[in-house]
C-alpha cells in the first residue's frame, strides 16, 4: 500500500512529520512525499529519507499512491490526477464543499474528513479541529499583544501607573479557552461571552468573568459546538456585547456553525464605539467573520482600530502544529490500516464512518447530504 504526502499550498504544517512516518514505514507501508512538504515546518527531505520515505512529484503521488494525506481539500485539477479507488485523508470541510464532495464520489474516490469526526470521548485524540484550535487561541492572543499599542498587564512605575489590558472572548470552545488562559498569563483583565452557559464553570476557573445572557438555545446536543439562537436572544446579547465591546482593549472572536455563515456579533455601531488602538482577531474570518468588516487572510485598519481576519492561525506555529495534526492523524489511520499495512475499512466504527464522506460512488455521510 502507498501512501502520499503532499506538499500543502499557503500553509506551512505538514501532514506527517519524519517520526510519524516512520511509524507507518515500519508497517510495511510505502510513504510517498512530495519535495519540500515538510520544510516550512523544520523537516527537510534528508530526515524523511532517512526514515525510508521516497520522494517522489506531486503528479505521480496523486495518481498513484492508495491513500493520500492532505489538509486542505484538492483542486478540480488534482481531482482529475485520482485514481479510481483511492483514499483522501484531511480537513476538507464537506459542508462547504458539496460540490466537489460529488466530483471526487464520480471519481470512486473514498473521503474522511477529519474535522466531521464524532465528538466522543474515544475520538478526542483524533480531533484535528481542538488541537489546531488550542494553537490558533495561543496564537491569537500574542499576535494581539504584539499588535496593541499599549502593556498588557498592569503596572505601578515611578512615571505613573499602567492599568491592565481589557478582553473580550467571544466563543469558549476551544481555542476561546485557550485564549483566556494565554490573556490572563499576560496580566489581562478578561471577560467571555459565549452562548452556552455550560461553559461558566471553565471560564471563571482560568480567572475571566463571564458574560451570561439568558434564554440561549439548547446546544448539549450540538457535539460542543454553537447552534442557531433566535432572534431575540441575538438581540438581548447585541446589547449585553455592546457594552463590554466599547470598553475592551481586544476582541478574540471564535464564534462558528458547523456548515453555515459565521454568526455576526459585532456590528459597525458596536465595533465604533471601541476606541482607537484597538485590536481585533476574527478567528471565524473564513466563513464570513465575527465582526463587521472582517476580511479574511487581511489586516485592516477600521477608524483606527486594527482588524485581522484569519481562520488558519495554526500554520503560524508549523512545527508544533504538524506535530499535533500528524498525531491525530495516525491514531486515526490506525483504524483504517492493518498491522499488516493494508487498508481495511470498517463502517461499523462509529468514527470511521462519522468522518466518512464519499464511498463507491456516492456522498455517504448524512450532514452532507442534509445540506443540499
Not at 92 to 105: D, G, I, N, S, T
Not at 212 to 226: L, N, W
Given at each position: 500500500?502507498?501512501?502520499?504526502?503532499?506538499?500543502?499550498?499557503?500553509?506551512?504544517?505538514?501532514?506527517?512529520?519524519?517520526?510519524?512516518a516512520e511509524?507507518?514505514?515500519?508497517?510495511?507501508?510505502?510513504?510517498?512525499?512530495?519535495?519540500?512538504?515538510?520544510?516550512?515546518?523544520?523537516?527537510?527531505?534528508?530526515?524523511?529519507?532517512?526514515k525510508?520515505?521516497?520522494?517522489?512529484?506531486?503528479?505521480?503521488?496523486?495518481?498513484?499512491?492508495?491513500?493520500?494525506l492532505m489538509?486542505?481539500?484538492p483542486s478540480?485539477?488534482?481531482v482529475?490526477?485520482?485514481?479510481?479507488?483511492?483514499?483522501?485523508?484531511?480537513v476538507?470541510?464537506?459542508?462547504?464543499?458539496?460540490?466537489?464532495?460529488?466530483?471526487?464520489?464520480a471519481?470512486?474516490?473514498?473521503?474522511?474528513?477529519?474535522?466531521?469526526?464524532?465528538?466522543?470521548?474515544?475520538?478526542?485524540?483524533?480531533?484535528?479541529?481542538?488541537s489546531?484550535?488550542?494553537?490558533?487561541?495561543?496564537?491569537?492572543?500574542?499576535?494581539?499583544?504584539?499588535?496593541?499599542?499599549?502593556?498588557?498587564?498592569?503596572?505601578?512605575t515611578?512615571a505613573?501607573?499602567?492599568?491592565?489590558?481589557?478582553?473580550?472572548?467571544?466563543?469558549?470552545g476551544?481555542?476561546?479557552l485557550?485564549?483566556?488562559?494565554?490573556?490572563?498569563?499576560?496580566?489581562?483583565?478578561?471577560?467571555?461571552?459565549?452562548?452556552?452557559?455550560?461553559?461558566?464553570?471553565?471560564?471563571m476557573?482560568?480567572?475571566?468573568?463571564?458574560i451570561?445572557?439568558?434564554?440561549?438555545?439548547?446546544?448539549?446536543?450540538?457535539?460542543?459546538?454553537?447552534v442557531?439562537?433566535?432572534?431575540?436572544?441575538?438581540?438581548?446579547?447585541?446589547?449585553?456585547?455592546?457594552?463590554?465591546?466599547?470598553?475592551?482593549?481586544?476582541?478574540?472572536?471564535?464564534?462558528?456553525?458547523?456548515?453555515?455563515?459565521?454568526?455576526?456579533?459585532?456590528?459597525?455601531?458596536?465595533?465604533?464605539?471601541?476606541k482607537?488602538?484597538?485590536?481585533?482577531?476574527?478567528?471565524?474570518?473564513?466563513?464570513?467573520?465575527?465582526?463587521?468588516?472582517?476580511?479574511?487572510?487581511?489586516?485592516?485598519?477600521?477608524?483606527?482600530?486594527?482588524?485581522?481576519?484569519?481562520?488558519?492561525?495554526?500554520?503560524?506555529?508549523?512545527?508544533?502544529?504538524?506535530?499535533?495534526?500528524?498525531?491525530?492523524?495516525?491514531?486515526?489511520?490506525?483504524?483504517v490500516?492493518?498491522?499488516?499495512?493494508?487498508?481495511?475499512?470498517?463502517f461499523?466504527?462509529?468514527?470511521v464512518?462519522?468522518?466518512?464522506?464519499?464511498?463507491?460512488?456516492?456522498?455517504?455521510?448524512?450532514r452532507?447530504?442534509?445540506?443540499?
Open positions: 500500500m502507498i501512501l502520499g504526502i503532499l506538499n500543502e499550498t499557503n500553509d506551512r504544517r505538514v501532514s506527517l512529520l519524519p517520526e510519524q511509524t507507518l514505514t515500519k508497517q510495511q507501508v510505502s510513504v510517498w512525499m512530495e519535495p519540500g512538504a515538510g520544510q516550512n515546518a523544520f523537516a527537510d527531505d534528508q530526515i524523511y529519507s532517512a525510508n520515505v521516497v520522494l517522489k512529484d506531486r503528479s505521480e503521488i496523486l495518481q498513484q499512491a492508495d491513500l493520500i489538509i486542505h481539500p478540480n485539477d488534482e482529475a490526477l485520482l485514481k479510481s479507488g483511492a483514499i483522501l485523508v484531511g476538507f470541510q464537506p459542508l462547504f464543499h458539496v460540490e466537489l464532495m460529488k466530483q471526487l464520489a471519481k470512486m474516490v473514498t473521503v474522511f474528513s477529519l474535522d466531521m469526526i464524532p465528538r466522543t470521548t474515544r475520538a478526542q485524540s483524533m480531533d484535528v479541529l481542538s489546531q484550535a488550542n494553537i490558533a487561541g495561543y496564537r491569537a492572543v500574542l499576535l494581539a499583544a504584539t499588535l496593541f499599542p499599549r502593556y498588557f498587564p498592569m503596572f505601578m515611578a505613573g501607573s499602567i492599568p491592565p489590558a481589557k478582553v473580550l472572548i467571544i466563543g469558549a476551544v481555542a476561546g485557550q485564549a483566556i488562559a494565554t490573556a490572563r498569563r499576560l496580566g489581562a483583565v478578561v471577560e467571555v461571552s459565549d452562548t452556552r452557559p455550560a461553559v461558566k464553570e471553565e471560564v476557573s482560568l480567572g475571566a468573568k463571564f451570561e445572557v439568558e434564554g440561549a438555545a439548547d446546544a448539549s446536543k450540538a457535539g460542543g459546538y454553537a442557531e439562537q433566535s432572534e431575540e436572544f441575538k438581540k438581548r446579547q447585541q446589547e449585553r456585547l455592546a457594552a463590554s465591546v466599547a470598553k475592551s482593549d481586544i476582541i478574540i472572536t471564535t464564534a462558528q456553525i458547523p456548515g453555515k455563515k459565521a454568526p455576526l456579533l459585532i456590528n459597525e455601531e458596536m465595533l465604533n464605539s471601541m482607537p488602538g484597538s485590536v481585533v482577531i476574527d478567528l471565524a474570518a473564513a466563513t464570513g467573520g465575527n465582526v463587521f468588516a472582517t476580511q479574511n487572510n487581511a489586516t485592516i485598519m477600521h477608524n483606527g482600530i486594527t482588524i485581522m481576519g484569519n481562520s488558519n492561525l495554526a500554520a503560524d506555529m508549523p512545527w508544533d502544529a504538524s506535530k499535533l495534526y500528524g498525531k491525530n492523524i495516525l491514531n486515526f489511520l490506525q483504524l490500516i492493518s498491522k499488516e499495512g493494508n487498508i481495511t475499512l470498517n461499523e466504527d462509529d468514527i464512518k462519522g468522518c466518512c464522506i464519499t464511498h463507491v460512488g456516492n456522498v455517504v455521510n448524512d452532507v447530504v442534509n445540506s443540499q
